[in-house]
Antibody, heavy 122, light 107 residues
Framework: QVQLVQSGSEVQKPGASVTVSCEAS????????FHWVRQAPGQGLEWMAI????????TYAEKFQDRLTLTRDTSTNTVYMQLSRLTSDDTAVYFC???????????????WGQGTLVTVSS | DIQLTQSPSTLSASVGDRITITCRAS??????LAWYRQEPGKAPNLLIY???NLERGVPPRFSGSGSGTQFTLTISSLQPDDIATYYC?????????FGPGTRVDIK
């Protein structure tokens, strides 16, 4: 079945970087797009960026443009999210999600990873 | 960026009630709107895509409507399992954005 499995929780110091992985299984990885969403404690959902698994094209939300990098590895069916220059405001649960196209219609977020808690603390 | 507002922010209703949540966009987004349900500590779960299409496996008591700037999510008969926070999301243009959420609980 369709699965997105994310890497485990992280604790990082301010100014450091973090990389979260999202391994896909149960479907042809390269034909999908993946996006990342985060959720600070007790807050709503915030869209961060999207990557095309086939060609690696990316689009970032402007607020993350200069410190967020999405990559993918088609040999391991894994998408990576690297966020640099961390501050306490980046403490959140980070989710990856899959988008599919059915009958020419884009369907966003039809499958999600379990979430990865990133805590930024000195 | 396209801003989404949701109303109400919280909703308390009885089992069996019909409830409606509204999502308004600051710009026209055609029908590029999704609805999600999220339980505490879990990932969001897609309910509706393209404003009115029921995702496979989602109970038919959920329905969506609207286009342009105003959208609604309706639960025709509220069930105890429906206690959650509901979010709308536009995917008409980047950055995709979410509404602030509507928390639903049972009276």
């Amino acid at each position: 079945q369709v699965q997105l499995v994310q890497s485990g929780s992280e604790v990082q110091k301010p100014g450091a970087s973090v990389t979260v992985s999202c391994e896909a299984s149960g479907f042809p990885f390269s034909t999908y797009w993946f996006h990342w969403v985060r959720q600070a404690p007790g807050q709503g959902l915030e869209w961060m960026a999207i990557i095309n698994a086939e060609g690696g094209e990316t689009t970032y939300a402007e607020k993350f443009q200069d410190r967020l990098t999405l990559t993918r590895d088609t040999s391991t069916n894994t998408v990576y999210m690297q966020l640099s220059r961390l501050t306490s405001d980046d403490t959140a649960v980070y989710f990856c999600a899959r988008d599919r196209v059915t009958n020419g219609l884009l369907i966003t977020g039809d499958s999600w990873g379990q979430g990865t808690l990133v805590t930024v603390s000195s | 960026d396209i801003q989404l507002t949701q109303s109400p922010s919280t909703l308390s209703a009885s089992v069996g009630d019909r409830i409606t949540i509204t999502c308004r966009a600051s710009q026209r987004i055609n029908t590029w709107l999704a609805w999600y349900r999220q339980e505490p500590g879990k990932a969001p779960n897609l309910l509706i895509y393209a404003a009115s299409n029921l995702e496979r496996g989602v109970p038919p008591r959920f329905s969506g409507s609207g286009s342009g700037t105003q959208f609604t999510l309706t639960i025709s008969s509220l069930q105890p399992d429906d206690i959650a926070t509901y979010y709308c999301q536009q995917y008409n243009s980047y950055p995709w954005t979410f509404g602030p959420g509507t928390r639903v609980d049972i009276k």
